[in-house]
C-alpha cells in the first residue's frame, strides 16, 4: 500500500488539484466517491476566495460571506463527527484520523470567525482580522481545511480496501482447505462456507469497482472479477471429480489449475485495490500498435508549434518500436498474403516519408523561410496519412482474422466431438480432437492478439489480454477434462466438469464478438453509452413513489414466492438473449429494445435474489445445486437495492417496451395484410401490458410492500414472455421481408418518429417520459456510491 493516505485508498487519476488556492495537496483521488464528496466544499470555499474585494460593502455583501462561512464550518463540524466516529471503530487508523478532524475542525473555525458579519462591519483600523485584511490567512485556513478533509476521506477509503483484503484473505484460507480435502462430506461442508465467503468478496470488489476513475483499472478489476465467477462453477466440478476419482492425474491437473488460476486473480485484485505491484513493478504501459501510432503523430504535429522539443533520434526510435509491433501481424501464419504485402509496402512509405520529414525539420531549424515551414507541414500531413492508412489496414486483417474464426467455430463442433469420444471411451478419438481444439485455441490466441494491437482504447486492450489468458488456459483444462471422461466413460460427474469448461469455452467466445463490435464501434468513432439499463433510472420529482418506504421483513412464504418469479424472469432472459444473438444487426432498432428490456429484467432478477439473500443464502451456493447458478449467486453484481429501486425500474422497463411496440407498429407498415395482421396481433398483446405495469409502478402504496413488489415483479415477467414469443415472430418477418421487398432499408423514416407515436391510457405526457430516461451505467454508479457515502 502507498505510503500516503491516497496512494492506498482513492481511486482515480487526478491529485487534489486547486489553482485559484495555490494548493496541489499531492494527495492522488482514485474514487468517484472521494471526489464528489468533495466537490460541494471545493465550490464553497471558492466562491469564498473569488469573492470581489470592494471598497464599499453593504450589508447584503457582508451577510452573504458570513453564511458561507459559517456553512463551511457547520459541515466541517457535521463531517468531523463522522470521521471521529469511524475513527473509534478502527483502531489502526484513530490517531491518523483524528490528527485530520482536529485540523480540520480548527481551519473550519478560523474561516468562521474570519467571516463573521460582527468582525466586517469594523474597519480595519480596530485591529480585526477578517477575510479582507487577511486574505493570505483565509487561503491558509481553506488549504489546511482542504487537505485535512481529503485526508479523512482517504483513510476512511483505507477502510475499504481493508474489508477486502480481509475478505480475500477469508476466500484464500478457505480455498485451502478445499484443496487438501479429502471426503465428499467435508467438501460439502467446506464449499458452502466458501460460496458465502466468495458472494461477499463479490458485493465488495463490485462496489470498488464501480466507484473507480481510472477507465484502465476498472478494466483490469472486471476482468479478474470475471475470473473468479468462472472458475467459482469450475472448482466445483473439478473438486468433485478428483474426489470420485482420486488416482486420476488429469482430474488432479484439471483442479490443480482451476486452483491456480483464482489464486492469481485474487493477488491481482489486491494489486488493483492498494495500487502496489508485487516486487515494485510499476504498471505496464499500453504495447498497442494503436498507442504507438497516436504518440508518433502527437510529437510530430507537435513540430508545428517547437522545432526544438524533439530530437530524431526519439522520432526514429517510436517509429521502430511501432514496426517491431507489426511483426505481430507479418509473421502471423493467420495473415493473409494481401494483407502482409500490404502492411510490408506502407512500413517502408511511412521510413521514406519520416527520413524526409526529419530533413525538411532540420532544414526549418537553421532558416524558418516560408517555403520551408510549407515543405514541413506538408511532409506532416503526408506522413500523417500514410499513419492513417497504416491504421485502417492492421483493422482490417485483425478484424478480418477475427470474423472468420468467430464464424469457423460458431457451431462448436470440436467441443460436441470432445464430449461424444469421451462417454464413448474412444482414446484415439480424444487424441484427433484435442489436437483440433489445440489449432483453434492458437488461432483465436492469435486473434486477440492483433485486436489488442488495434483495440484503440486501455480498457480494450485489456480485456483482449484477458481473453487471450482466458483461451489459453481454458483450452488446456478442457483437454484435461477430456480426457479424465474418456477415462471414466460412465462417470456423470466427470461429463459435468467436461460441461462447465465447454460452457466457459462457449462463454469467451460470445464475449469475443461482443468485444469484436466493441472494436469496430471506436473504430468508426460510434462508441457512446453503453445499452446496458442496470442502472437506476433517474428518480422523478412530485412521484408517488419518493415518498421514503418503511423497512419490511420478508416471512418465508413471501420470500420463496419472489425467488421463484425471479427465477422465472431468469429464464426468460435467457431466452430473450438466445433469440437477439440471431440477429445479424445488431443495431436494429427491435433488437435494441430488446437487449434493453432483457438487461433490466436481469437486475429486477438480481433484485429479488438480494431482497430473499438471509433465507436463500445458506443453499444459494450449496455444492448439490446447478452450477450455473452458483455463478450467478457469486456474481453478486445487482445495482437494485431498495423497493424504490425497484419501482423506478420496473416504470423504465415498461416505458421500454411501449417503445418497442411503437417501432414495431412502424415496420407493421411495411407488411403485407396476412403478415401485418399477426405482427399487430402479437403488438396488441404487449402495449396493454406495459401500460398495466406502468400504471402499476405508479400507483401509491395501500397497504403492505410486499404486494405492491409482488405485483410489479409479475406483471414485468408477463411483458416478458410476451417479448420471448414476439422476438421470433419479428425475425421471420424481417427476413421475409427483406428477401421479398428489401424493405429493411426503409426502416429508418418510422424509427426517426417512433417515440411520438407512444401513448398511454393515463395520459403520460412528453416531459414524463423524458424523466423516466435511464443515465448512462458510469454516471449512476457515481450517484449511488456518492449517495451511499452520505
Not at 247 to 260: D, I, L, M, P, T
Not at 458 to 480: D, K, N
Amino acid at each position: 500500500m502507498a505510503t500516503s493516505p491516497g496512494g492506498g485508498g482513492g481511486l482515480g487519476v487526478s491529485s487534489l488539484n486547486f489553482p485559484g488556492l495555490g494548493f496541489d495537496s499531492g494527495l492522488e483521488i482514485k474514487t468517484r466517491s472521494v471526489e464528489q464528496t468533495l466537490l460541494p466544499l471545493v465550490s464553497q470555499i471558492t466562491t469564498l476566495i473569488n469573492h470581489k474585494d470592494k471598497t464599499k460593502r453593504s450589508d447584503k455583501t457582508l451577510q452573504a460571506i458570513q453564511r458561507v462561512g459559517q456553512a463551511v464550518n457547520l459541515a466541517v463540524g457535521r463531517f468531523v463527527t463522522v470521521g471521529e466516529a469511524i475513527a473509534n471503530e478502527n483502531w489502526d487508523l484513530k490517531e491518523e484520523i483524528n490528527i485530520a478532524c482536529l485540523e480540520a475542525k480548527q481551519a473550519g473555525e478560523t474561516i468562521a470567525e474570519l467571516t463573521d458579519a460582527t468582525s466586517l462591519n469594523n474597519t480595519e483600523s480596530d485591529g480585526q482580522i477578517t477575510i479582507f485584511t487577511d486574505k493570505t490567512g483565509v487561503i491558509k485556513a481553506a488549504r489546511l481545511l482542504l487537505s485535512s478533509v481529503t485526508k479523512v476521506l482517504l483513510l476512511a477509503d483505507r477502510i475499504v480496501i481493508k474489508q477486502i483484503i480481509t475478505s480475500r484473505n477469508k476466500v484464500l484460507a478457505t480455498m485451502e482447505q478445499l484443496e487438501s480435502v479429502r471426503s465428499f462430506q467435508e467438501f460439502v461442508q467446506i464449499f458452502s462456507q466458501f460460496g458465502n465467503e466468495m458472494v461477499e468478496f463479490a458485493h465488495l470488489t463490485g462496489d470498488r469497482q464501480n466507484d473507480l476513475k481510472d477507465e484502465k483499472k476498472k478494466a483490469e478489476m472486471a476482468a479478474a472479477r470475471a475470473v473468479l465467477e468462472k472458475c467459482t462453477m469450475m472448482l466445483l466440478t473439478a473438486s468433485k471429480t478428483c474426489l470420485r476419482h482420486p488416482n486420476c492425474e488429469s482430474a488432479r491437473k484439471n483442479k490443480g489449475g482451476v486452483f491456480h488460476r483464482m489464486k492469481l486473480a485474487l493477488e491481482q485484485v489486491i494489486e488493483i485495490v492498494t495500487d502496489c505491484r508485487p516486487n515494485g513493478e510499476n504498471e505496464t504501459s499500453s504495447i498497442s500498435i494503436y498507442a504507438g501510432i497516436k504518440e508518433l503523430k502527437m510529437t510530430i504535429e507537435a513540430l508545428r508549434e517547437n522545432l526544438y522539443f524533439q530530437s530524431k533520434e526519439n522520432l526514429s526510435t517510436m517509429l521502430k518500436l511501432i514496426l517491431e509491433h507489426t511483426e505481430d501481424f507479418t509473421d502471423s501464419a493467420y495473415t493473409s498474403h494481401e494483407h502482409r504485402e500490404r502492411i510490408l509496402e506502407l512500413s517502408n512509405q511511412i521510413k521514406i516519408e519520416l527520413q524526409h520529414l526529419v530533413s525538411v525539420w532540420m532544414q526549418a531549424q537553421s532558416k524558418k523561410t516560408k517555403n520551408v515551414m510549407e515543405d514541413l507541414e506538408i511532409a506532416i500531413l503526408k506522413i500523417s496519412q500514410s499513419m492513417n492508412e497504416f491504421k485502417r489496414e492492421l483493422h482490417s486483417a485483425a478484424t478480418l482474422l477475427a470474423t472468420d474464426l468467430l464464424k469457423h467455430h460458431a457451431d462448436h463442433a470440436i467441443l460436441k466431438a470432445l464430449k461424444i469420444t469421451g462417454v464413448e471411451g474412444n482414446l484415439e478419438g480424444l487424441a484427433e480432437y484435442t489436437c483440433k481444439l489445440s489449432e483453434q485455441k492458437e488461432q483465436l490466441i492469435e486473434a486477440c492478439r492483433l485486436l489488442r494491437h488495434i483495440s484503440g482504447t486501455e480498457p480494450l486492450e485489456i480485456t483482449c489480454m484477458h481473453a487471450e489468458e482466458t483461451f489459453q488456459v481454458t483450452g488446456q483444462q478442457i483437454i484435461s477434462a477430456a480426457e479424465t471422461l474418456t477415462l471414466h466413460p460412465s462417470s456423470k460427474i466427470a461429463k459435468e466438469n467436461l460441461d462447465v469448461f465447454c460452457e466457459a469455452w462457449e462463454s469467451q467466445i460470445s464475449d469475443m464478438s461482443t468485444l469484436l463490435r466493441e472494436i469496430n464501434d471506436v473504430f468508426e468513432g460510434k462508441r457512446g453509452e453503453k445499452r446496458a439499463y442496470l442502472s437506476l433510472p433517474k428518480p422523478v420529482k412530485n412521484n408517488a413513489n419518493l415518498k421514503p418506504f418503511k423497512p419490511t421483513k420478508l416471512d418465508s412464504e413471501e420470500q420463496a414466492k419472489i425467488a421463484k418469479l425471479g427465477l422465472k424472469l431468469r429464464l426468460l432472459t435467457s431466452d430473450i438473449d438466445c433469440e437477439i444473438e440471431k440477429w445479424k444487426n445488431q443495431e436494429n432498432e427491435i433488437v435494441r429494445h430488446g437487449q434493453n428490456m432483457s438487461s433490466m429484467a436481469y437486475s429486477i432478477y438480481l433484485f429479488t435474489r438480494f431482497i430473499c439473500q438471509e433465507d436463500i443464502f445458506q443453499f444459494a451456493v450449496s455444492p448439490n445445486m446447478p452450477v450455473s447458478l452458483v455463478a450467478e449467486r457469486i456474481r453478486g453484481e445487482g445495482l437494485l437495492k431498495s423497493t424504490q429501486d425497484l419501482i423506478y425500474q420496473v416504470e423504465v422497463f415498461a416505458t421500454e417496451g411501449l417503445k418497442l411496440a411503437s417501432v414495431l407498429q412502424g415496420f407493421s407498415k411495411q407488411l403485407k395484410d396476412d403478415d401485418k395482421l399477426l405482427l399487430l396481433l402479437e403488438i396488441n398483446k404487449l402495449m396493454p401490458l406495459c401500460q398495466q405495469l406502468q400504471l402499476t409502478a405508479k400507483t401509491p402504496i395501500q397497504n403492505k410492500i410486499y404486494t405492491k413488489v409482488d405485483k410489479c415483479i409479475l406483471k414485468t415477467r408477463f411483458v416478458l414472455a410476451t417479448l420471448a414469443q414476439l422476438l421470433p415472430v419479428c425475425y421471420k418477418l424481417m427476413h421475409k421481408c427483406k428477401s421479398e421487398n428489401d424493405c429493411i432499408n426503409s426502416l429508418q423514416p418510422w424509427m426517426e418518429s417512433r417515440w411520438q407515436t407512444v401513448t398511454t391510457k393515463d395520459g403520460m405526457d412528453e416531459k414524463t417520459v423524458e424523466a423516466f430516461a435511464v443515465k448512462s451505467l458510469e454516471h449512476n454508479i457515481a450517484n449511488l456510491t456518492f449517495l451511499e457515502s452520505k
